[in-house]
């Protein structure tokens, strides 16, 4: 009797792993981190940009190295040396063995004004070559507050269909029950060192305990993290306000619209009677060259869904540096008293 054992081709299991699996984590080397959180705050407040390389396991996307951009202006030629610049780095990368596939890349922030609809452009070019691609954002500002604000974004996939279809109507966002939370999705970030490296940042661990005190902790003065951040929220609020405003008007229009077009038809299906009465042949109750039946364009809602993403970013930004005020003052008040 002879056995004969089935093996999977290559393309067999291409075939079956066509369908990859959801993007669950973002895997970034420390080095890499740092060289991020490096280039961002030699420039603050400016806003720079930059490169991340890696490779796509699976579920995890993996960040092993990362370039700066040039800070370059709006210039035809300009633009064109950053893309010879990107096509120099990347080739010099693999000349000597380091990771140079492309897997998104890197921007700062100010106080986490970073939803706009560049970023969403920029998203988009990018998903031409690379399907899963993240963006991610540090905002020095923040992490000047002991926190470190170090985030990755993608933009969701029933959001990117209605992009690329141009299809942003409020019927169409119904129909997907597509809200503005639904924009972005925020990946969570697992920094991971070589073996090696952590042996060596434990032997740089002092043995003794730290006897220098660190009172930048217990500083109370949060006033002007808070005052921009209550500066951006107000702008934003107006910005919303602009906003609803062309929609009210386009909702006026619109009615006026439709009571312009019952009155047109009342008036035509009078005058059909009185044709038809008359023996002659009635008239056609639509009248496309009429302009109350031009359909009235309606706004796009990328702009507001935008804005009250950026509003409750600032909301959440106030809340979390309050509480920390608060619990920095109620310790003070305690050591007071004692």
């Known amino acids: 009797m002879v056995v004969v054992a089935a093996v999977r081709s290559f393309l067999q299991v291409a075939v079956t792993e066509e369908v990859?699996?959801?993007?669950?984590?973002?895997?970034?080397?420390?080095?890499?981190?740092?060289?991020?959180?490096?280039?961002?705050?030699?420039?603050?407040?400016?806003?720079?940009?930059?490169?991340?390389?890696?490779?796509?396991?699976?579920?995890?996307?993996?960040?092993?190295?990362?370039?700066?951009?040039?800070?370059?202006?709006?210039?035809?030629?300009?633009?064109?040396?950053?893309?010879?610049?990107?096509?120099?780095?990347?080739?010099?990368?693999?000349?000597?063995?380091?990771?140079?596939?492309?897997?998104?890349?890197?921007?700062?922030?100010?106080?986490?004004?970073?939803?706009?609809?560049?970023?969403?452009?920029?998203?988009?070019?990018?998903?031409?070559?690379?399907?899963?691609?993240v963006c991610i954002i540090y905002d020095p500002s923040k992490s000047n507050q002991g926190v470190l604000a170090l985030k990755a974004l993608k933009l969701s996939d029933s959001f990117m269909d209605l992009y690329r279809n141009n299809n942003l109507t409020g019927e169409k966002l119904r129909e997907k029950n597509l809200s503005w939370v639904d924009i972005f999705e925020e990946i969570p970030i697992k920094v991971s060192n070589s073996a090696l490296i952590s042996a060596f940042?434990?032997?740089?661990?002092?043995?003794?305990?730290?006897?220098?005190?660190?009172?930048?902790?217990?500083?109370?003065?949060?006033?002007?993290?808070?005052?921009?951040?209550?500066?951006?929220?107000?702008?934003?609020?107006?910005?919303?306000?602009?906003?609803?405003?062309?929609?009210?008007?386009?909702?006026?229009?619109?009615?006026?619209?439709?009571?312009?077009?019952?009155?047109?038809l009342q008036k035509r299906r009078s005058e059909n009677m009185a044709r038809k009465a008359a023996g002659e042949d009635p008239l056609p109750e639509e009248d496309p060259s009429n302009p109350i039946f031009k359909p009235i364009p309606e706004p796009p809602r990328l702009d507001s869904f935008l804005i009250t993403n950026q509003i409750s970013n600032y909301c959440n930004q106030i809340n979390g540096v309050a509480g920390q005020s608060f619990s920095k003052l109620y310790l003070m008040k305690a050591l007071h008293e004692n």
Not at 70 to 99: K, T
Not at 249 to 258: A, G, V
């Open 201 to 264: 940042m434990t032997e740089l661990e002092a043995d003794t305990p730290v006897t220098q005190c660190d009172y930048d902790r217990l500083q109370l003065s949060t006033n002007p993290f808070m005052e921009r951040n209550v500066e951006f929220l107000i702008e934003c609020m107006d910005d919303l306000s602009m906003e609803q405003q062309k929609f009210q008007y386009y909702y006026r229009n619109l009615s006026r619209q439709q009571a312009q077009q019952q009155s047109w």
């Open 20 to 133: 990859a699996s959801p993007l669950r984590v973002v895997q970034i080397e420390g080095l890499a981190m740092l060289k991020i959180i490096k280039h961002c705050k030699e420039f603050s407040p400016s806003l720079v940009t930059g490169q991340l390389l890696g490779l796509d396991v699976g579920s995890v996307l993996e960040v092993t190295n990362c370039f700066p951009f040039p800070i370059r202006e709006e210039d035809e030629e300009i633009e064109a040396e950053g893309a010879n610049y990107q096509l120099e780095m990347m080739r010099c990368l693999r000349e000597v063995n380091v990771d140079n596939n492309t897997v998104g890349w890197y921007q700062s922030t100010l106080l986490g004004s970073y939803q706009t609809v560049e970023l969403i452009e920029t998203f988009m070019n990018y998903q031409e070559n690379i399907k899963r691609c």
